[in-house]
């Protein structure tokens, strides 16, 4: 598969605004794990006409193409009548099915192969080559040598060519992995201005690709995701399965990166089939990592961790280390959430064996904030001080190299915004307008994150010293979350309801508050088993959370049992947000075991306001009761509103609650 984690010193810039965001929310590893891959796919047409169904093959099953190609180089090498550019160009195949595999080293000998065997006359097959070794040199002083190679290859191609597009592709890709995206970001819109003809739509789709990973290191989401869409819709068209999961991936890696995670599950779901029909186990193992990732930021360790554990067995079994740290990292962050930070401590203590110098700088200090909190979970205090110590430095140093490298690229960009507007038929393709805009918004982003990435130090700084103190119980029994959901708990929902109606009264506007309750639960429990029980009410509390508006409260009352505020609106805005949650829960889904019984995830409520003269929560909450009680004795799935809640109504409420009634 060709996605390819970057050696340390060309690592992805991911955007640090999740990740303090993450770290804030204690729930998520937080560390930009996306690799800085690209599919190395066959760029310029092999001036063959008998071979390009095999270099067309390439993109559909690299694993043949490979096979083909290297049993027509053997049967070639004997034989002195085959002309030496075909045996160049059967080198290139193998070269570049290789590179699509990850077999590196492999690509990188083909390559050389080829070399010696085309002359360096800017042929089709010789720029080929030249693209395929660039694309596998990883270190620095290499990547240099390359740049300087193809810098001077791409001046000497007529513009507009094939030629020049994938040159100035594979340039623009190298500049990225130097860290030098001010460049980087020139060389790639050029080619993707140079490849706007349809006659070079391959050339277009390779360049987006590659333009869609950069804009992705500066955290333009949506333009990576535009990019890349391009991409897709390219490989869709020629039935190009290889590239396509490779494609897929990437595009699930955005999403992820950009707090999209359902649609990067979709992504990496069809990832993982597309990589399964081809054989490709490693980009199985990708697709499985990201999805345990994914499966974190929502919430649902558990669920993830079987991803995790397959990832890890695979690249263990390639040797790919640094995979397995990542695979490792992942599955300690699901210990932590599952209450056990010895065995969580234990693995981050392997992973940050050699202090983080084989992995990726920038997911560094993220591992070292993860074990601080597993050391003082574990009672650590003066290692987790220390550990916290570490992520601060790093994360600054981080920070200062994201500030340095935005303003060069800002004017890049801004260089690159003034040749755009001379140039309509690019200006439509690609408004660098509205990327310069996105990147000082994401310039703001950073200084906003950076002081609430101190918040956070001071919050878990404070956290270490009280717990010193011999406070740690006290600060346990204080604890406001509820472990399964991430929602509030009951005690903290009282708290929340308190202050809510106190202020409600106040100022003399409503509070409504509904009593929500799961339909035949303890069935589904009985017959799904608890952990489907756990899952049900894991993604309610997903759905909840994605439907609140600012001052609503979503919070677990008990079991199956969820109160719901929802200040300062009228009670028919208040009874549709109920029934627009009521409907989104029928979308939960229970296994096959289910069916049998008729079972599916339904939830019933009751509504009451707090314009009936009430002047305690518990009175409320007794006629939210009633109207819950109703809900069920009706056939359940139901909203039902307090009898003494139509007051507080519309006009046009009071008519329904009344005919519901009769």
Known sequence: MGIRAQPPQHHCRGPLRLRLQAFLAATALAVSLLACAQAHAECIELPIPDLQPLATLEDVNANQALAKARALIAAGVGDHSMPPLRLAALYAIEAQSSSILELDADARAAALKGLALATPNDNPVYLSLLISYAETVYDTPGLRQQVDKLTTTAARQPRGSPGSACLLKTLGWLQHRLNRDDLAVGTLTNAFRDSALPALARQRARVAEALAMVMDGMGDFDQALDLMQQTLSWEQAHQAVQLLSVTRYLRGAILLEKGDYQPALAEFAETRELARQLADWQ??????????????????????????????????????????????ALLAHADLDAGQPARALATLNEVLDQDGTDIVPRAVPQLYELRARANAATGNHAAAYADLREYVQRARAVSDADRARSGSVLRARFRVDSEMERNALLQRELSLTRERASLQRDQLDRRADLLAAGAAVILLLSYILIAQRGHRRALQRIATEDSLTKLPNRRRTAELATAALSEAIATHTPLIIALVDLDHFKLINDVCGHAVGDRVLTELAALSRSMLRNGEVMGRWGGEEFLLLLPAQPLDLALARVEALRTAALEIALPESALPAGLRVSLSAGLATSYEGATSLDEVIARADVALYEAKKQGRNLVRVADESVQASTTAVRRALRARRQ
């Open 283 to 328: 980009g199985v193992a990708y697709a499985d990592l990201r999805t345990c990732e994914t499966r974190i930021q929502l919430g649902q360790s558990a669920a993830g961790r079987p991803a995790c554990e397959a990832a890890q067995a695979t690249f263990a079994a390639a040797g790919v280390k640094d995979l397995v740290k990542q695979a490792r």
